[in-house]
């Protein structure tokens, strides 16, 4: 037998998440993008749920829960807004370096005290995306980052973690997505590193936390975006019948639910196995990579079934799939998850057929 429920304590967190969505987000989600920042009233509220605490351990004052509560309270905030939701949480997957490698000291150092500055954010660069030059000092360029502040740097490197909290220069950028969180573009010159770890396989976690942090905002959107085009179509008529009672445009429904769907068990999966301790880099890889390729589906296609109306910002199908493509960019993308889970493929079908040669001999 296979218990699928989440338990009554998760339930209610989640549960809460989407009743602030639904109420406080979504309202609002043509506001926050338009002053590309969350109104006070709203902050207020998302911290007193205690969601920034989330995944901090139950020594360090959070409620020490895990992956899968944590995509999850994702995807319900999504669904209201992924922009909002990036820009409320004040530590987002930067949070994971500091907890797979820096342990309880570097959350005391660097994450605690952002949780106690109003507004302030941390944010999480990958290699891929930047164009760094690491010595003693860090210089260099992020071409963007989805926040208009930064006070704590995560560089998160293929075997190591940086942390800058000086020297970050933030000139802001419009952007095409999530802008309710900001966009900037940052500029350092030869600043300091507060401190610096190495340890390939914490870094590995982290960059599959933080992978699973981005493919659980895909999949809110893609929730979101999939429904909303199937209201419309229920609601829209042509030729006597709702459109969605067309045959073609039904089975384009149930594709874009399917994707979805899909999407979410890979994403639940590798959040169990990071829960359980077990291997997880290759799944929350193929993951994030499946909901990519879904949003690819999911986005245009929200559009598509409202016609001419899924370009006007009157419905915000349009916001979803500008959202989907920008969290598709993160943390190297699909390309760099592909390579990632495909090697890890690889080196299962080698050990498999090691395996095998050695049974055909012994035989």
């Known amino acids: 037998m296979f218990d699928f429920e989440v338990g009554e304590d998760l339930e209610l967190i989640v549960e809460t998440a989407r009743s602030f969505a639904t109420d406080e987000l979504f309202p609002r989600l043509r506001e926050h993008e338009s002053t590309r920042s969350i109104q006070p009233a709203v902050r207020k509220a998302y911290s007193e749920m205690g969601l920034a605490g989330l995944e901090l351990p139950e020594s ?3 409620a020490g829960l895990g992956a899968l509560a944590r995509v999850l309270v994702n995807e319900e905030l999504a669904a209201g807004d992924a922009g909002a939701a990036l820009a409320l949480d004040p530590l987002g997957p930067a949070l994971y370096p500091l907890l797979e490698v820096g342990g309880d000291e570097a959350l005391q150092s660097f ?5 106690e500055r109003e507004g302030a954010r941390a944010v999480l660069v ?10 003693p000092t860090l210089s260099g360029r992020v071409p963007w980052a989805p926040s208009g502040r930064v006070d704590l740097l995560v560089v998160l490197r293929e075997d190591e973690v940086l942390v800058v909290e000086e020297g970050i220069e933030a000139d802001e950028l419009r952007g095409s997505g999530l802008r309710a969180a900001g966009a900037s573009e940052l500029r350092l010159a030869s600043a300091p590193i507060a401190a610096r770890w190495k340890d390939p396989a914490g870094a590995a976690r982290a960059r599959a936390r933080a992978r699973l ?5 895909l999949v809110g959107v893609m929730r979101q975006a999939a429904e909303f085009s199937r209201t419309y179509a229920l609601e829209r008529e042509a030729f006597g019948k709702p459109i969605a009672h067309h045959q073609g445009l039904a089975f384009l429904i149930i594709d874009m639910r ?3 769907d899909g999407a979410r068990l890979l994403l639940h999966e590798a959040a169990w196995r990071i829960d359980q301790g077990i291997e997880c880099e290759a799944p929350a890889a193929m993951a994030f990579a499946e909901a990519i390729d879904a949003s690819l589906l999911v986005g245009p296609n929200g559009v598509q079934v409202l016609g001419g109306h899924g370009f006007m910002q009157d419905y915000p199908v349009e916001k979803y799939m500008r959202e989907a493509r920008v969290l598709g960019l993160t943390l190297g993308g699909v390309d760099a998850a592909r390579e990632e889970a495909g090697q890890a493929l690889v080196a299962d079908v080698s050990e498999l057929s090691l395996s095998y040669a050695e049974y055909v001999e012994e035989a």
Do not use: K, N, R, W
């Open 213 to 217: 942090y981005a493919a659980s905002l």
């Open 126 to 135: 990958s290699e891929a995306d930047a164009q760094l030059e690491v010595g």
């Open 60 to 62: 360090l004052g959070g």
């Open 111 to 115: 994450a605690l005290p952002l949780l």
């Open 258 to 260: 399917s994707a979805v």
